[in-house]
């Protein structure tokens, strides 16, 4: 079966400093792959997406980078986080057409 | 472009009664629809999905939506509320080509009062 491996699931990091989110999908090939970011009373919002190892998608500019070295890996990084990049973070994979999206679990990121 | 707007942030129901929370989309190719469930700090779990079959939908939980062309709904109903249906429900749309690349609306809070 597919499973979805996000860590860590709380992270405090001060301003300037730099960040470094992984996800990992186990049972499935070539997924779709997503970060997405929740901040309080504001839903979610598609950060990057990534179709293949290497090919990333940025929905919105930001402070934030994505990287895909593998099939099913998919890390989130910043050189130097702002308070505004605080929020819930949630991966998740599909492999598109009718199939529906699955989540990670979510990391909590509070910048101090 | 594809949009969700989902009416209401919060909506409080009591125990046994019937559940309505509200979607629209706009979206100028024919949409996939979607209701997550999200219980605090965790993910989002799929309820639902429209995938152009039946227009009724049914989910997990007891809950369905019904697509309707002509209002851009997709609203999502529970006959009767169950304490356990409290948490923040998310409507999504996405295209019918490549990635999916999910549109959510805002979320709104379901609290259900005894």
């Known amino acids: 079966s597919q499973t979805i491996h996000q860590w860590p699931a709380t992270l405090v990091q001060p301003v300037g400093s730099p960040l470094s989110l992984e996800c990992t999908v186990e049972g499935t090939s070539n997924p779709n792959l997503y970060w997405y970011r929740q901040a309080a009373g504001r839903g979610l919002q598609l950060l990057f997406y990534s179709v293949g190892i290497g090919q990333i998608s940025s929905e919105v500019p930001q402070n934030l980078s994505a990287s895909r070295p593998q099939d099913r890996q998919f890390i989130l990084s910043s050189k130097k986080l702002l308070l505004s990049d605080s929020g819930f973070y949630l991966c998740?994979?599909?492999?598109?057409?009718?199939?529906?999206?699955?989540f990670g679990q979510g990391t909590r990121l509070t910048v101090v | 472009a594809q949009s969700v707007t989902q009416l209401g942030s919060h909506v409080s129901v009591s125990e046994g009664a019937l559940v309505l929370l509200r979607c629209n989309y706009s979206s100028s190719v024919p949409p996939y629809l979607f209701w997550y469930v999200q219980y605090p700090n965790q993910g989002l779990q799929l309820l639902l999905k429209?995938?152009?079959?039946?227009?009724l939908v049914k989910g997990i939980n007891g809950f369905e939506a019904e697509f309707k062309k002509s209002e851009t709904s997709f609203h999502l109903t529970k006959p009767s509320a169950h304490m356990s249906d409290a948490a923040e429900y998310f409507c999504?749309?996405?295209?019918?080509?490549?990635?999916?690349?999910?549109?959510f609306g805002q979320g709104t809070r379901l609290t259900i009062n005894p």
């Open positions: 998740a994979w599909e492999t598109g057409g009718y199939t529906e999206a699955f």
């Open positions: 999504a749309v996405s295209k019918i080509q490549g990635a999916q690349k999910l549109v």
């Open positions: 429209y995938t152009s079959a039946a227009t």
